[in-house]
């Protein structure tokens, strides 16, 4: 029963990100380079009678475009992801070649264009926080003399050491050795150095059984979302450190930025999840079983905009996991695929 809702989840996933569904209002949705622009067109099932009106936060690399929508969904462009809310189109750029500060909103009869000047400014990179989970005071899970926190940072590090070599990639550690850092610094972090992907590293431990094996993989759930949408409308002082449109949206529209900021970690997440499960399935589950993708509310996945997965490499409660999540070895092999998986998502 277990293997077939596991299939089942990944089937609807995958269907959901080739086959959008489309408010009521736009149709559909395509992005090209014309010359030294990057024009993404929104087909409209009617014409508007209203101008629709653009908000920034170039420090995020986000646009939303004030639009009436009726349903959500999820466009993934090279360059660009959409995701709609009620009332608005949030574009989260992901090439920081495209001028937001110069960004115009065209109304033609039946589309809307979105229009970006391309600089010619040097490519930059995608950038990567890699999170060993624990540290310091905080050592995680201890079975036979093994500290979780320093299992997770080793394949942090080894994946760190892969991803630098690669020129696609700036990459960040939420920790450089064994110190503790909360999990609210965690996530500030990750604002700061406006990350494009956020991985977590940590190693699963069941102490009712040894028999327990396996990789899991986790991304954000709704209940998670809810809590951070509501702490953040709340908290106007912590609001800022994640978000600041210009000009200054109203209450209603500032929320569903944030709804859609948040469903944009959920969904870039579980995209990144995917692809990552596959290549472990794939390398390595004949050293550790492949496990499933779960949704839940670890505060370390709450960034919002940011694509964020927590992955349990192995149980260090069984024997056979933990004499491989201990070995050099093997933790080149992981670090390796996570590495492959974050080229893949990028491509
Ligand atoms: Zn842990």
């Given at each position: 029963?277990?293997?077939?809702?596991?299939?089942?989840?990944?089937?609807?996933?995958?269907?959901?990100?080739?086959?959008?569904?489309?408010?009521?209002?736009?149709?559909?949705?395509?992005?090209?380079?014309?010359?030294?622009?990057?024009?993404?067109?929104?087909?409209?099932?009617?014409?508007l009678r209203y101008k629709p009106r653009l908000?920034?936060?170039?420090?995020?690399?986000?646009?939303?475009?004030?639009?009436?929508?009726?349903?959500?969904?999820?466009?993934?462009?090279?360059?660009?992801?959409?995701?709609?809310e009620k009332d608005c189109v949030i574009f989260f750029f992901k090439n920081p070649k495209l001028e937001l500060k110069r960004t115009k909103v065209f109304l033609n009869k039946e589309s809307v264009i979105v229009s970006v000047p391309i600089t010619k400014r040097k490519a930059s990179k995608y950038v990567i926080v890699i999170d060993a989970g624990h540290?310091?005071?905080?050592?995680?899970?201890?079975?036979f003399g093994v500290r979780e926190k320093d299992i997770n940072f080793s394949v942090a590090r080894k994946l760190f050491k892969l991803l630098s070599k690669d020129p696609r990639f700036e990459v960040y550690l939420t920790r450089k050795g064994d110190y503790f850092v909360s999990l609210a610094d965690r996530q500030l972090f990750t604002t700061k150095v406006k990350a494009d992907l956020f991985i977590s590293i940590h190693t699963n431990a069941d102490p009712k059984t040894s028999k327990r094996r396996g990789v899991?993989?986790?991304?954000?759930?709704?209940?998670?979302?809810?809590?951070?949408?509501?702490?953040?409308?709340?908290?106007?002082?912590?609001?800022?450190?994640?978000?600041?449109?210009?000009?200054?949206?109203?209450?209603?529209?500032?929320?569903?930025?944030?709804?859609?900021?948040?469903?944009?970690?959920?969904?870039?997440?579980?995209?990144?999840?995917?692809?990552?499960?596959?290549?472990?399935?794939?390398?390595?589950?004949?050293?550790?079983?492949?496990?499933g993708i779960y949704k839940r509310a670890f505060a370390v996945l709450k960034t919002p905009g940011v694509p964020s997965v927590l992955i349990e490499l192995g149980f260090m409660t069984n024997r056979r996991d933990l004499k491989l999540l201990t070995s050099q070895k093997f933790q080149e092999r992981v670090a390796e695929v996570i590495y492959r998986a974050v080229r893949l998502f990028f491509q």
């Open positions: 029963m277990a293997a077939i809702l596991k299939f089942l989840t990944t089937i609807v996933a995958i269907n959901f990100f080739l086959n959008p569904l489309f408010g009521k209002d736009i149709k559909e949705i395509r992005a090209t380079v014309k010359g030294n622009l990057y024009k993404i067109i929104l087909y409209l099932e009617r014409p908000f920034s936060d170039l420090g995020r690399h986000i646009l939303v475009l004030k639009l009436r929508n009726k349903e959500t969904f999820f466009k993934d462009f090279y360059s660009v992801s959409i995701i709609s540290g310091g005071k905080d050592p995680g899970a201890t079975y899991s993989f986790y991304i954000l759930s709704d209940r998670g979302l809810e809590e951070k949408l509501r702490d953040l409308m709340k908290n106007s002082k912590e609001r800022r450190k994640f978000i600041n449109l210009f000009p200054k949206p109203d209450r209603a529209l500032l929320r569903e930025t944030i709804k859609g900021m948040l469903l944009y970690n959920q969904l870039g997440g579980e995209r990144f999840a995917l692809t990552l499960r596959n290549l472990w399935c794939k390398y390595l589950s004949k050293y550790i079983p492949c496990g």
